[in-house]
Nanobody, 118 residues
Framework: VQLVESGGGLVQAGGSLRLSCAAS????????MTWFRQAPGKEREFIAR????????SYAESMKGRFTISRDKAKKTVYLQMISLKPEDTAVYYC????????????WGQGTQVTVSS
């Protein structure tokens, strides 16, 4: 089972990025795919979650409006579209598979760095 993030990089404040998380190795229909981020010296922060089957989405309140999660079932890929980026969005962004049965995250990607310059 693998989750591989991509799409991070350096962007100026006000810019946009789209992160991707490609899943492989098994069927993820029973998982909800989730994006987190972790900035240096800070705790990991929930961003958004989406189900593979119904496309149901949920967001952290602070992320609504600038971050959009989506998925392509055929490509087994989850996306995080980020707009109007701010320097405080600088972090390593991770995707993870949320197991509804255990309420845990058994699978994680390696993370992708997003740096927003002022």
């Amino acid at each position: 089972v693998q989750l591989v993030e991509s799409g991070g990089g350096l962007v100026q404040a006000g810019g946009s990025l789209r992160l991707s998380c490609a899943a492989s190795g098994r069927t993820f229909s029973s998982y909800h795919m989730t994006w987190f981020r972790q900035a240096p010296g800070k705790e990991r922060e929930f961003i958004a979650r989406i189900s593979w089957s119904g496309g149901n989405r949920s967001y952290a309140e602070s992320m609504k409006g600038r971050f959009t999660i989506s998925r392509d079932k055929a490509k087994k890929t989850v996306y995080l579209q980020m707009i109007s980026l701010k320097p405080e969005d600088t972090a390593v962004y991770y995707c993870a598979a949320y197991d509804l049965a255990t309420s845990g995250y058994p699978y994680w990607g390696q993370g992708t760095q997003v740096t927003v310059s002022s």
